[in-house]
């Protein structure tokens, strides 16, 4: 298996990748019981040395359902009949959640709300109280 490239400056090292084909599931006749094309890709994310802590921690919140205990992200694909189709899609979904980890969120500032937008609310709470009172059950004085 060649290096992943991310970026043009990030390539993860086929050192820290490594799959298997198995038996997919699902229909497919005789040819389901023969041919072993779902892919399983193995990232190991504690051992790589491509990316930094931050965009790992990134990574593990972005890939959480793909993450085993041992910390690898494990990655199927049987998408299509062919291995080495399912090995591409399997290689791009997971060259796909790493460009989304290293996007750094932007830092949010504390606002506080303006006095228009308090007065707003204001007139927004008295006109859902007034809406509410005449609801009210009406008694009959006769």
Not at 66 to 81: C, E, G, K, V
Not at 98 to 112: F, G, S
Request: net charge positive.
């Amino acid at each position: 298996m060649d290096d992943l490239p991310i970026t043009q400056n990030i390539v993860v090292a086929a050192r820290d990748l490594s799959w298997k084909a198995v038996r997919a599931s699902g229909p497919g006749g005789q040819n389901v019981n023969k041919v072993a094309t779902k892919v399983e890709l193995c990232f190991n994310l504690a051992e790589s040395t491509d990316l930094n802590e931050s965009t790992k921690a990134r990574l593990r919140r972005l890939a959480a359902r793909y993450l085993d205990a041992n910390d690898q992200l494990l990655i199927t694909s049987q998408t299509t009949r062919a291995q080495r189709q399912n090995l591409a899609l399997a290689l791009e979904t997971l060259a796909d959640l790493i460009r989304r980890a290293l996007v750094v969120p932007k830092q949010r500032r504390k606002t506080k709300p303006t006095r228009a937008s308090k007065a707003a609310r204001v007139r927004n709470k008295l006109h859902q109280a007034k809406k509410k009172q005449t609801r009210t059950r009406v008694v009959d004085d006769a």
